[in-house]
């Protein structure tokens, strides 16, 4: 799990006071840090254009020109501060080629804003990045995709990298799920001092999971049965495939038992049980996905509460009976996609919000809400989902667009309600749900379209 800092101006300064390490000290260590990463990838000796803006993402850029051999620098916009103006000077003085078109360069490197960014890009710049992007090259972004900022839209415009070299330490902004579009592959480098020191002092605004964050479960215990591993309970709807697709992937992670409470007997799964009887409090219970009006909202609590812990998906979004469960002690995990999650929302607290609005600023919302809701664990899926709990957000950056298809949520809801029938937190068995349904559609060998719900079940057991 890695620290995301939202701004870096803070740790820059300290930096001065605490190591006298200036500012023009730490541009040279970043473009000597970009540098580096250029070589590791072989894109050294390459035709290379970095397109320089005016401020000190310009400066990196100018300061890198100077350091590479069959380099040019396209100017996007006049030096205007201090530093990019003594780095424009340097490049001339060494002779650095100053080009007035983009055309004709295998890499483009683009430097023309970093962080700090706080409008979407228009104009003659937002012209000049739709023709970067259009250009047939390798494309790198120095510390920030131009156009990529904190509350971003899915309509706005932004340099497309393949590559995003961040600079002293993760930023949350390259998070976002819009962002994703954008940023390609994602490498830190340093300043000249570890991140450790660099970031000494400062708290995180939220955490990124890595692969190494699963916690798979482990059935060390030689001598036990299946109750040694949870019994799940999972409430079958209209839609009761959903409900099946659920119960495999929980049976597939590990859940001693898997029940499905349902109107009417039926033949279920190998190894899934048919219930019409509520459950015992000690029961973990999975329940909205497929729901439609199987059970009424009295029903519904009634479920709830006779629970130990629950897992809530789809549609009980919709449902006004959600006020009254989310009010209950227990152990919640909430998995919302946005459109669900506005309907959230409006529901338990009368906030009216469209998708759009919560998706340019996903970790302000899921913050908030899990602020309010104490002890509650909130799972917003996405391009990148962020799992929250009491304002710590901890973001899964593995999604991948074979993931888009119905019966993956209900998949990553039955594995997180079999993590926590077998005595998992509410939010390790969030971490782990989201980051194994992940790595599983990422291990998947085919066409990224063709892989089905199977697939995605049959990947679990190879982790």
Not at 238 to 243: C, F, V, Y
């Amino acid at each position: 799990m890695l620290p995301l800092y939202k701004n870096l101006k803070e740790q820059d300064n300290a930096v001065l006071q605490r190591y006298g390490i200036s500012e023009e000290i730490l541009m040279e260590n970043a473009a000597n840090g970009v540098k580096e990463f250029l070589k590791e990838q072989g894109l050294i000796g390459k035709k290379i254009v970095i397109v320089a803006g005016g401020g000190n993402n310009g400066a990196d850029g100018l300061a890198l020109a100077r350091m590479l051999p069959h380099c040019s620098v396209l100017q996007a916009t006049e030096p205007s501060s201090a530093l990019c103006k003594l780095q424009f000077d340097r490049a001339k003085k060494l002779g650095v080629e100053f080009v007035s078109e983009p055309y004709g360069f295998e890499l483009i490197i683009d430097a023309i804003f970093g962080s700090g960014l706080n409008k979407p890009l228009e104009g003659d710049i937002k012209k000049l990045v739709e023709t970067l992007n259009d250009l047939e090259a390798t494309k790198v972004a120095l510390d920030i995709p131009s156009g990529v900022m904190d509350r971003m839209g899915k309509e706005h415009t932004a340099f497309m990298a393949d590559f995003t070299v961040t600079l002293g330490a993760h930023k949350e902004t390259l998070y976002s799920d819009a962002a994703k579009e954008f940023v390609g592959e994602i490498a830190l480098k340093g300043l000249g001092l570890s991140s450790e020191k660099y970031t000494e002092g400062f708290a995180p605004s939220s955490y990124l999971l890595q692969k190494t964050d699963i916690k798979l479960p482990n059935r060390k215990k030689k001598n036990c049965n299946k109750g040694d591993f949870g019994h799940l309970f999972i409430v079958g709807g209209e839609m009761i495939g959903a409900s099946i697709i659920a119960a495999k992937a929980a049976l597939r992670f590990g859940a001693g038992l898997v029940s499905i409470i349902a109107r009417d007997s039926m033949v279920l799964e190998p190894q899934v049980i048919f219930s019409n009887t509520i459950p015992s409090k000690q029961a973990t219970v999975l329940m909205g996905q497929g729901l439609g009006v199987a059970f009424d909202d009295k029903e519904i609590v009634e479920i709830a509460e006779n629970s130990k812990n629950l897992v809530i998906d789809a549609d009980l979004f919709k449902k006004e009976c959600l006020k009254t469960i989310l009010a209950l002690d227990k152990k919640m995990v909430l998995t919302p996609h946005p459109k669900e999650f506005a309907s959230l929302l409006k529901i338990t607290e009368n906030i009216d919000v469209f998708v759009d609005e919560i998706q340019s600023d996903r970790f302000g919302f899921a913050r908030r809400f899990t602020e309010r809701h104490k002890d509650k664990t909130l799972l917003l899926k996405g391009a990148n989902t962020l799992i929250a709990h009491n304002g710590d957000i901890f973001v899964m950056p593995y999604g991948t667009a074979a993931l888009a298809k119905g019966g993956s949520g209900d998949a990553l809801a039955g594995v997180i309600a079999s993590l926590m029938a077998q005595g998992y937190s509410a939010l390790e068995a969030a971490k782990t749900g989201s980051l194994a349904i992940a790595l599983s559609a990422s291990s998947y060998k085919g066409a990224d379209y063709s892989m089905t719900i199977e697939d995605l079940l049959d990947g679990l057991k190879w982790l």
